[in-house]
């Protein structure tokens, strides 16, 4: 199992990224894919998830209504649509999978993940 993100980087206040998560070794379509954020200092926290089998999704209060996931199975990545990023989005994000099919409510939880990315920096500037 490996995940690689890429498309983070520095971006203004207003502005969008799109991260992508490329998985090898098991099915995006079939499991859960997470995104999760760590800023210096902080926890890393939950951010989204999507469990494409069931077509379910979950987005932190922080995040909603500007990110946005999605998979394609045919590239087998998973991605993230950030818009209107605000200096508090900066952080480290990173993709994980859930190969044991948790409980819906573990999802957004850093701990239920065995497998993830090196992570990709994302910078907002004000």
């Known amino acids: 199992v490996q995940l690689v993100e890429s498309g983070g980087g520095l971006v203004q206040a207003g502005g969008s990224l799109r991260l992508s998560c490329a998985a090898s070794?098991?099915?995006?379509?079939?499991?859960?894919i997470g995104w999760f954020r760590q800023a210096p200092g902080r926890e890393r926290e939950g951010v989204s998830r999507i469990s494409t089998y069931d077509g379910s999704v979950e987005y932190a209060d922080s995040v909603k209504g500007r990110f946005t996931i999605s998979t394609d199975n045919a590239k087998n990545t998973a991605y993230l649509q950030m818009n209107s990023l605000k200096p508090e989005d900066t952080a480290v994000y990173y993709c994980?999978?859930?190969?044991?099919?948790?409980?819906?409510?573990?999802?957004?939880?850093?701990?239920?993940?065995?497998?993830w990315g090196q992570g990709t920096q994302v910078t907002v500037s004000s």
């Open positions: 070794g098991f099915n995006v379509d079939d499991h859960t």
């Open positions: 994980a999978a859930d190969l044991h099919y948790l409980e819906r409510y573990r999802l957004l939880s850093p701990d239920s993940y065995e497998n």
